[in-house]
């Protein structure tokens, strides 16, 4: 290993802005089940498959139309 390395060509790294963050969120077990299911079809880890899909729903500016019923 060398004492001392040389930095001055370095460049910053292209897909920082990409990385993925960590969250915690309930999905109902119906969801998951769905996209578990398309996973093994396709092969894609089913995170993936949901991420994807979100990415989507934002890139085309998609919005859900809901309404809340009062019990």
Known sequence: MKTEYDFSNARKNPYTG???Q???INIDSN???YFK???EDSGIPYQTLINLYLT????N???IS????NS
């Open 18 to 20: 990409k990385l993925k």
């Open 22 to 24: 960590q969250i915690t």
């Open 31 to 33: 969801t998951i089940a």
């Open 37 to 39: 299911s398309m996973s």
């Open 56 to 59: 989507d729903c934002a890139k």
């Open 61 to 63: 500016n998609k919005h």
């Open 66 to 69: 809901i309404a809340w019923q």
